[in-house]
């Protein structure tokens, strides 16, 4: 106690942000995160507006031998956002994005959202991969992998890094590009925040939209699988072009007809990386499969398409557990497995999902970025989301089965590791998913984060 006594009088010299501490106008919401089954008390929340202020804070952190937990958007399921007594660096202050159109690169702060990124670079008809929900973070997306629609021909988040500033454990403030401190930004790619605060990004753009062809045909489960087995082959001749995803749900809501309401249904979710039109030809035939409950596709504005599923996930009104898992192939059995699983759902909230890899993503070398091997082909994804707390075990149990049950169907015991959990699985998942990158990136996280003080995530441990 007496450390955590000490660590509430933090003074602000040098500090240019907001500090909150238990019992503050403004700690709670300060301290929620996305997920409501999250509910940790930091002993301070340093809110910084900019580089400095993160400076201060690591170095203050340091000092008191104070573990760090980092929040850009808050939308980790496991929430490593926010800890139990320690220091909460919260950078929703440091939302900024700059757009060099001639350069068709994007600076991006620490804090920002998708959105953020995603309004200020078609601004210019040029867009980054990112997620798909728009009010997630671009840091803890990309830090991960970062899997949205463009990766069929531009590949993950990572794979358009340029560079990053790193607030490091020792409170330095150092830059990480090809030229510089590039085992950092090998470790990224992919590594999760193991490694210090990023207060900027420096990313690749590419020229896409304003408008471009979503397709989202929904079919019902009950009417069976074929149609989700002719938009596998699809994908095996046209994955160069098509981010996509086969999401299983509950139809309700206006947009549906009422006859659908309470069914389980799945949509053949797909962005066409490319000329709007053309891709409204090529993805016909996906709108072709059978009888569909409705059909929600069309041609879009880019950023109407990557807030389309953000009123499904609204930030703090469920109770959420995420797992996922990269899968060798989909065979006709793994397909019958995830209908199953669909349908068994507890709550008519909760989502599963296929996603499909190849293109861009797949043409990235094992050891190129830490991220680690692409040559998996698909990924399954179960997102239980309820609202109650006594159904929290039957939601989290559906989520358990349907990952145990695929797991004959796995890549090499690999996991998305922005989709963990809620963390129990952490050092066997990491290790796992890492494969041979792991033991680099013990030798990186040593070098920069000797004391682990950035702990709060698919956590790597350093050297002794």
């Given at each position: 106690m007496d450390k955590l006594r000490d660590a509430l009088e933090l003074h602000p010299d040098g500090f240019g942000g907001e500090i909150f501490r238990p019992g503050d106008a403004g700690f709670d919401d300060a301290r929620a995160v996305?997920?409501?089954?999250?509910?940790?008390?930091?002993?301070?929340?340093?809110?910084?507006?900019?580089?400095?202020?993160?400076?201060?804070?690591?170095?203050?952190?340091?000092?008191?031998?104070?573990?760090?937990?980092?929040?850009?958007?808050?939308?980790?399921?496991?929430?490593?956002?926010?800890?139990?007594?320690?220091?909460?660096?919260?950078?929703?202050?440091?939302?900024?994005?700059?757009?060099?159109?001639?350069?068709?690169?994007?600076?991006?702060?620490?804090?920002?959202?998708?959105?953020?990124?995603?309004?200020?670079?078609?601004?210019?008809?040029?867009?980054?991969?990112?997620?798909?929900?728009?009010?997630t973070g671009v840091a803890g997306l990309t830090l991960s992998g970062g899997i949205g629609w463009l990766r069929a021909q531009h590949g993950l988040a990572i794979d358009n890094l340029i560079s990053a500033d790193v607030v490091t454990g020792d409170g330095s403030l150092i830059h990480a590009g090809v030229d510089e401190n590039s085992d950092l930004l090998w470790a990224l790619k992919g590594g999760g925040g193991n490694f210090g605060v990023v207060v900027n990004f420096e990313f690749s753009l590419h020229p896409i939209g304003p408008e471009v062809m979503f397709a989202a045909p929904i079919y019902a489960v009950e009417d069976g699988p074929g149609p989700i087995r002719a938009w596998r082959d699809f994908l095996a001749k046209h994955g160069d072009f098509v981010g996509s995803l086969c999401e299983f749900s509950t139809a309700g809501g206006e947009d549906f007809p009422e006859e659908s309401w309470g069914k389980r249904v799945y949509t053949l979710a797909c962005v066409y990386n490319?000329?709007?039109?053309?891709?409204?030809?090529?993805?016909?035939?996906?709108?072709?499969?059978?009888?569909?409950?409705?059909?929600?596709?069309?041609?879009?504005?880019?950023?109407?398409?990557?807030?389309?599923?953000?009123?499904?996930?609204?930030?703090?009104?469920?109770?959420?557990?995420?797992?996922?898992?990269?899968?060798?192939?989909?065979?006709?059995?793994?397909?019958?497995?995830?209908?199953?699983?669909?349908?068994?759902?507890?709550?008519?909230?909760?989502?599963?999902?296929?996603?499909?890899?190849?293109?861009?993503?797949?043409?990235?070398?094992?050891?190129?970025?830490?991220?680690?091997?692409?040559?998996?082909?698909?990924m399954y994804s179960l997102d239980s989301v309820w609202s109650e707390l006594s159904d929290d075990d039957a939601n989290i149990a559906w989520s358990r089965e349907g990952w145990s049950n695929s797991e004959r169907f796995g890549h090499h015991g690999r996991a998305y590791l922005n989709f963990p959990g809620h963390g129990e699985d952490n050092a066997s998942l990491t290790r796992a998913s890492f494969g041979a990158n792991y033991q680099r990136l013990v030798e990186i996280k040593t070098k920069y984060d000797p004391e682990n003080r950035f702990r709060f995530n698919q956590n790597i441990q350093p050297e002794d």
């Open positions: 996305w997920n409501a089954m999250i509910d940790r008390q930091p002993g301070v929340i340093a809110r910084c507006r900019d580089a400095k202020d993160v400076v201060t804070a690591v170095k203050w952190a340091r000092a008191k031998d104070l573990p760090i937990a980092i929040r850009a958007g808050g939308h980790n399921v496991a929430g490593h956002a926010v800890c139990d007594g320690g220091v909460m660096i919260d950078l929703t202050l440091m939302r900024g994005v700059d757009v060099d159109a001639s350069r068709q690169v994007a600076s991006v702060q620490g804090g920002a959202l998708w959105r953020n990124v995603d309004a200020a670079s078609q601004a210019h008809g040029l867009a980054m991969p990112g997620g798909l929900i728009s009010d490319g000329n709007a039109e053309e891709g409204e030809t090529l993805l016909q035939p996906l709108r072709e499969l059978g009888d569909m409950v409705t059909d929600f596709s069309g041609r879009m504005n880019y950023c109407d398409v990557q807030q389309l599923f953000d009123t499904l996930m609204p930030a703090g009104d469920y109770r959420c557990y995420w797992k996922a898992r990269y899968l060798s192939g989909l065979p006709d059995e793994m397909i019958d497995m995830a209908m199953a699983n669909a349908a068994s759902a507890p709550s008519d909230n909760s989502l599963s999902s296929l996603w499909n890899f190849g293109g861009a993503t797949a043409k990235i070398a094992t050891d190129a970025t830490a991220f680690g091997d692409r040559s998996m082909g698909w």
